[in-house]
């Protein structure tokens, strides 16, 4: 149900002079010429234009003036966000490796009109597949395999109370870094019935950024299966590149380096499988080092070849120029074909601007600019508050 908004400027100028004169009759009977040449009636008809210019403003608040109010308030508006899937990819035979950020991927859902969304993220994709999952929280060998390929069930990914030495351990039966320098393992984090997350702060908004530090460290590893009466000594460091899990704490990709000295075929004999499991399996691991979980990471799964897609597209535009005969707002404001607009790169003559909020702090010779994200438009300064470009 919607409020309806009052109409402020209700009277004009002759309706409040007629109101005037009928007070003044009502309330000073010995008041009776009431033509123009009277003083008072002179201050009446002054004070009335007044009352009319006034109420007249009243009426005029934009939704810029509402946002700026917000703004000196210390509320911002959540800037739109695109829809996002998980997608799991099947790549063609020799068809693993790299693919790039930004890649487009039509979409038709009966609708007759294909929609288009764009990877968010690069990754890379594999021949190999992920043969056994193994929860090894005290070295008892908790075979997962089936849990993490099942759907609507979940497992502890350190057992249900991690202490350093706690390793996720995963064999794959294929060399995982056979077409690529990285390797990108999607990780569905499991999080119903969790609690919600302390802020911090009453005072944060929905669009301010959460600084988040993990109380554990975890540390990857490859097993290079060397022949040793020291199991320890046969697993060797695994560089992070990304991880976008913090930790294992949340939903995102971890991204693993190839290692300079990768030779996984030159390794010792198939002879001896680890963790329990069948020989010839290559074997990377996630060990606790620090402890420190306040509630054991659960996963719903540990995935290979998936990406992250949002519904989206990069466009590159040329706006049209200045048009000195222009009106001035008019020739310092641009809308773009496309909106909403999440993020734009300007450019003016080869020259890269910045984005700001407002031109409160800009001098005349700022190159900067305002995007109104929800309406697709792109406002320069007037040299006095942002060049004017």
Sequence with gaps: ????????????????????????????????????????????ELLAWLTESHSYELDQITDAHRNKHLQLLGVRPTPPQPASVFLDLSPAEGQAGRLPANTS??????????????????????DCSL?????DPDQSHEPKTDTNETEGVHYRAFGDDPTPGSVLALGFDGDPFESTRELSLFVDFHDDDLPEPATGS????????????????LVWEYCRRYPSTDCEAQWKPLAVDRDTTDSLY??????????????????????RGL???????????????????????????????VVEASHRRHHEATLDPYNEDAADTASRTYGFDHAPVLSATVSVDGERWAEVADFDASGPTDPHYVLDQQQGRLEFGDNRAGRRP
Excluded at 112 to 123: D, V, Y
Excluded at 131 to 135: E, G, H, P, Q, S
Excluded at 202 to 217: G, W, Y
Excluded at 275 to 303: K, N
Aim: with cysteine.
């Design 1 to 44: 149900m919607s409020i309806d908004v009052p109409q402020l400027d209700e009277l004009d100028y002759e309706e409040l002079v007629d109101r005037g004169r009928t007070l003044i009759a009502s309330s000073n009977v010995a008041w009776t010429d009431f033509n123009p040449h009277d003083p008072g009636i002179t201050i009446l």
């Design 202 to 217: 009453s005072n944060l908004q929905p669009s301010d950024p959460v600084s988040f530090e993990p109380s554990v460290d």
């Design 131 to 135: 043969a056994v999952v193994v929860v």
């Design 105 to 126: 991927l039509r979409v038709d859902d009966g609708s007759g009109t294909p929609k288009t969304f764009e990877t968010t993220h690069e990754t890379t994709l594999t």
């Design 250 to 271: 949340e939903t995102g990709f971890v991204t693993l380096e190839r290692p300079a000295t990768w030779e996984p075929t030159a390794w010792g004999s198939a002879e």
């Design 275 to 305: 963790f329990g499991h069948q020989p010839g399996l290559i074997w990377l691991r996630c060990r606790v080092e620090t402890a420190g979980y306040e509630i054991s990471p659960q996963l719903d799964a540990i995935e290979l070849n």
